[in-house]
C-alpha cells in the first residue's frame, strides 16, 4: 500500500492510495454491495461513477455456504465481478444491529484474507453513544487486543483497524494511539452510525477530532457507515478520506432522494432539482409511472450520481484551497450541522484546525 498525499486545504488532504488492484483518489466513496442482493452491480458503478474501491461484508459472505465455497475457491473479486479495490467488512455492525452474531474475530480476519479482500476489517467491539464509560472502556480493550492479535494474521492483506470510545473524546483518542501504534493500514472511526441517524453531528465533530488526535496522520481514515453527502465536506476538513455509503440504496428502497442539502421524499417532490442523467432522462411523472422496483432502481442511481458528484466537489475544492467555504455553505442549509461548526471554534479545536 502506499498512501501519498497531494494536496491539502483545512485538515483535509488530497491523496493518491494504491493496493494490489490500483489507484483510488481521496477523499472518495466506497459504495456498499451486499452480496446477496446487489441493486446496482460494481460493474454499472464502475462504468457510471468510475468507481475503483467498493466495500463490501465477509461476514454475509462467510455465513453462506454457497457465497463462501465460491469466494473461497474463486477470490471475492470474481464473486461481486470487480477488478478494482474491495474492503470487507467483519460482522461488527450486524453484530450491533441484530446483536446475534457469533463470530470467532481471528476466523473472520483469515477469512479476508483468504478471499483476497485487498483491506479487511478486524472484529472491532461496537460502542454505542448511550454507553457508560466504563462499558466503552472495555469494548475499546478488548478491540486494541483483537486488533493485536489479528495483525499477526493479515498476509498481504491491509488491515483496518476501527477506532472506538463512544461518545468520550479521551478514550477515543486513546484508543486512536493505541491502534496507531500497531502496523495496522487503515482507520475507520467506527460506532458513529447512531450519531448520524439522529444529526448528533456536533457529537460526531468531537468524535473525529478525537480520533485525528490519536491517529498516525500518514494513514488512510475512514468514516464509517457515512453514506450522506451533506456531511462529506465537513468530515474531509476534519481529516477524513473515505467514507461508504448503503444510504443509496436504504433511501431508494424507503423512497427517498438525497441531495446535497439533505433527503427529500420522491412523493413530496412536485419536480426534480438535480440534473444527473436519471433525472435529465425521466421527469416526475415519467418516473412515478415507472414499476416500483425500477423506480427504486433509477432513485439508487440518482443518490449515488449525487454523492458522487459532491466527492468531485470537495477533491476540486481542496485542490483550490476554498474547501472550508464549501463547508460552510453546506453547514448553511442544517441548523445541526451549522451547530457541529461551533464546536470548532472552541479554542483546542481551533488551534489544532490553525496547524493544519
Ligand atoms: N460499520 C458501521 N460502523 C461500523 C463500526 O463501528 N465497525 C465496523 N466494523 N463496521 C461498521
Ligand atoms: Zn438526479
Redesign the pocket.
Known amino acids: 500500500m502506499t498512501f501519498e498525499i497531494k494536496e491539502r486545504d483545512a485538515a483535509g488532504r488530497l491523496c493518491q492510495f494504491t493496493t494490489k488492484h490500483g489507484n483510488v483518489t481521496t477523499p472518495n466513496l466506497l459504495p456498499v454491495i451486499n452480496p446477496n442482493k446487489m441493486m446496482v452491480t460494481p460493474k454499472e458503478m464502475k462504468k457510471r461513477f468510475g468507481t475503483d474501491i467498493l466495500i463490501t461484508n465477509s461476514y454475509i459472505i462467510y455465513k453462506n455456504p454457497e457465497l463462501k465455497k465460491k469466494a473461497l475457491e474463486s477470490g471475492v473479486h470474481a464473486l461481486i465481478d470487480f477488478d478494482g479495490s474491495i474492503m470487507t467488512?467483519?460482522g461488527?455492525?450486524q453484530s450491533y444491529v441484530y446483536g446475534d452474531v457469533h463470530l470467532d474475530p481471528i476466523e473472520i480476519v483469515q477469512f479476508q484474507r483468504d478471499i483476497g479482500s485487498d483491506i479487511g476489517?478486524i472484529l472491532?467491539v461496537?460502542g454505542t453513544p448511550g454507553q457508560t464509560k466504563e462499558v466503552a472502556e472495555q469494548g475499546v480493550q478488548e478491540t486494541i487486543e483483537r486488533a493485536k492479535k489479528s495483525i499477526s494474521h493479515k498476509g498481504e492483506m491491509l488491515l483496518a483497524c476501527?477506532v472506538?470510545g463512544s461518545v468520550y473524546p479521551q478514550l477515543r483518542e486513546y484508543c486512536a494511539r493505541q491502534l496507531s501504534a500497531l502496523s495496522a493500514d487503515f482507520f475507520?472511526i467506527?460506532?458513529v452510525?447512531p450519531l448520524m441517524e439522529n444529526q448528533r453531528y456536533s457529537d460526531l465533530v468531537r468524535c473525529i477530532l478525537a480520533a485525528k488526535q490519536g491517529l498516525d496522520p500518514s494513514k488512510p481514515v475512514h468514516l464509517?457507515?457515512a453514506g450522506h453527502p451533506l456531511i462529506f465536506s465537513l468530515a474531509v476538513a476534519l481529516g477524513c478520506d473515505f467514507f461508504d455509503s448503503s444510504a443509496y440504496a436504504k433511501y431508494a428502497n424507503d423512497g427517498r432522494m438525497i441531495f446535497q442539502w439533505g433527503t427529500e421524499k420522491f412523493d413530496d417532490l412536485t419536480e426534480l432539482p438535480c440534473s444527473c442523467p436519471i433525472c435529465t432522462k425521466y421527469s416526475k411523472e415519467e418516473l412515478t409511472e415507472l414499476d416500483a422496483k425500477e423506480r427504486t432502481l433509477q432513485i439508487a442511481l440518482h443518490n449515488l450520481y449525487v454523492s458522487f458528484t459532491e466527492l468531485k466537489i470537495i477533491r476540486i475544492a481542496i485542490s483550490e484551497g476554498w474547501l472550508w467555504k464549501l463547508v460552510e455553505q453546506r453547514a448553511s442549509t442544517n441548523p445541526f450541522l451549522s451547530d457541529a461548526l461551533r464546536v470548532l471554534r472552541e479554542p483546542d479545536h481551533l488551534q489544532w484546525l490553525e496547524q493544519h
Request: aromatic residues 20%; without cysteine.
Open positions: 467488512d467483519s461488527t455492525f476489517t472491532d461496537f476501527p472506538q475507520p467506527g460506532g452510525v464509517f457507515g
